[in-house]
């Protein structure tokens, strides 16, 4: 079965500084891989996705994200932090073409002025 | 990519009652997933809907609590039957090409 955990309930970074979350999962097979963010009282929406290839994968908002296969990872880095990226950020494992997704309990995203 | 919207946007319900949401995509999709979030929490998967078969729903959610029809390509429907207060949730819809999964703007269900 697959999993997903985000080992960070909540982090706080201040404007301007980089980011990292964490994401690990686990699966039998290659993974189909999101990050998706959610913002007070709105849906998700997709920022990033890894299927195959290029293991640093970029997204929207100056978002990136690294698959390790070593590490069972998929770590999300943007740069340089905006307030208006504070939000609910969740990980989720996909089983390629059956499509659903399990998803991680999500990292709380509070920025600092 | 996808876009996905459901109706209604929000509801309230009284104890007992049945709820059908809807959902529509803009393009022909397999399959289509329906999710719930509870207050604070993270997504978990109800079904997996399929034109022309049966839903696939995930362990702890039975047919006969949410029925689910799918009579087409890009639309679907969630019933949340005899409502209680613990159905009390966000609902979302998701759907996309090729294993990705893009996401309606979530149905906001009260029960009193």
């Known amino acids: 079965a697959q999993s997903v955990t985000q080992p960070d309930i909540h982090i706080t970074v201040s404007e301007g500084a980089s980011l990292e979350l964490r994401c690990n999962y686990s699966y039998g097979a290659t993974p189909y891989l999101f990050w998706y963010v959610q913002s007070p009282g709105q849906g998700l929406q997709l920022l990033l996705k890894?299927?195959?290839?290029?293991?640093l994968v970029q997204g929207i908002k100056g978002f990136e994200a690294e698959f390790k296969r070593s590490q069972s990872s998929f770590n999300l880095r943007k740069p340089s932090v905006h307030w208006s990226d504070a939000a609910e950020y969740f990980c989720a494992v996909g089983a390629g073409n059956a499509g659903k997704s399990t998803f991680g309990d999500g990292t709380t995203l509070t920025v600092k002025p | 990519s996808a876009v996905i919207s459901q109706k209604p946007s929000r509801d309230i319900c009284q104890r007992g009652t049945s709820l059908t949401i809807q959902c529509q995509v803009d393009s022909q999709v397999t399959m289509m997933f329906w999710y719930r979030q509870q207050p604070g929490q993270s997504l978990t998967l109800i079904a997996t809907a399929n034109q022309g078969s049966e839903a696939t729903y995930e362990s702890g959610f039975v047919i006969d609590k949410f029925p689910i029809s799918r009579p087409n390509l890009t639309f679907s429907t969630l019933t949340v039957s005899n409502m209680s207060p613990e159905d009390s949730s966000i609902y979302l819809c998701?759907?996309?090409?090729?294993?990705?999964?893009?996401f309606g703007p979530g149905t906001r269900l009260t029960v009193t």
């Open positions: 998701s759907a996309g090409p090729d294993g990705e999964q893009y």
């Open positions: 890894y299927f195959s290839g290029d293991t």
